[in-house]
């Protein structure tokens, strides 16, 4: 059984750091995301990283954001500086296997960037 726990979220300043980590236990995966929805808005993409270390960012997050995994502990992490109150949103840990195919969300965090 796949389960994805997600910590790290809460409540800081604009201009503030936060620190997301998903912890996966059950399988391993090739790809490992993160995305985000905010009220009223579509779930986006904010970043993925692959078992290689390739990764890929929203163009809004280049420079602020950062994402990382620890395959030792297949855990996938996103550091994210200088943040904006737009950067408020709920945060979903994804991952996934291209062959056979298979998806996991994790139950999501709340991040809310507000003075």
């Known amino acids: 059984q796949v389960q994805l726990v997600e910590s790290g979220g809460g409540l800081v300043q604009p201009g503030g750091s936060l620190r997301l980590s998903c912890a996966i236990s059950g399988s391993i995966f090739s790809i490992m995301g993160w995305y985000r929805q905010a009220p009223g808005k579509q779930r986006e993409l904010v970043a993925t990283?692959?078992?290689?270390?390739?990764?890929n960012y929203v163009d809004s997050v280049k420079g602020r954001f950062t994402i990382s995994r620890d395959n030792a502990k297949n855990t996938v992490f996103l550091q994210m500086n200088s943040l904006k109150p737009e950067d408020t949103a709920v945060y979903y840990c994804?991952?996934?296997?291209?062959?056979?195919?298979?998806?996991?969300w994790g139950q999501g965090t709340q991040v809310t960037v507000s003075s």
């Open positions: 990283i692959t078992s290689g270390g390739n990764t």
């Open positions: 994804n991952v996934r296997r291209i062959f056979p195919y298979s998806e996991f």
